[in-house]
């Protein structure tokens, strides 16, 4: 069973940078496109980027394009988000999921969550002076 730990999160001032982890245990992560999602209460899980398994593609949300920058690194089995010029509209617990290439990239839904089968629990993010 893939499972799947975020990290890094945490309290920011608005223009600043954080590096959020997805860490992979169970199976190698070099199996799966990576999703990023975000969720503040009361609202829908948004989909904020995605790459694939080889890590050539990648696919970012309008509101984080030129910010937000994917990555991943198969020696650690991990993703990484690299956060830069945060806003407090990016304030939310932020998840990462997992899927095949074919389910994520098939189509041009990407960051529809029912793409995803498994998912970590989410790490804190706060955008605040």
């Known amino acids: 069973q893939l499972q799947l730990e975020e990290s890094g999160g945490g309290l920011v001032q608005p223009g600043g940078s954080l590096k959020l982890s997805c860490a992979a245990s169970?199976?190698?992560?070099?199996?799966?496109?990576i999703g990023w999602f975000r969720q503040v209460p009361g609202k829908e899980r948004e989909g904020v980027a995605c790459?694939?398994?080889?890590?050539?593609?990648?696919k970012y949300a309008d509101s984080v394009k030129g910010r937000f920058t994917l990555s991943r690194d198969s020696t650690k089995n991990t993703v990484y988000l690299q956060m830069n010029g945060l806003k407090a509209e990016d304030t939310a617990v932020y998840y990462c999921?997992?899927?095949?290439?074919?389910?994520?990239?098939?189509?041009?839904?990407?960051?529809?969550?029912?793409?995803?089968?498994?998912w970590g629990q989410g790490t804190q993010v706060t955008v605040s002076s």
């Open positions: 790459i694939n398994s080889s890590g050539h593609r990648r």
């Open positions: 169970g199976f190698p992560l070099d199996d799966y496109a």
């Open positions: 999921a997992a899927d095949s290439d074919l389910a994520v990239f098939g189509g041009d839904t990407w960051y529809d969550t029912v793409l995803y089968e498994h």
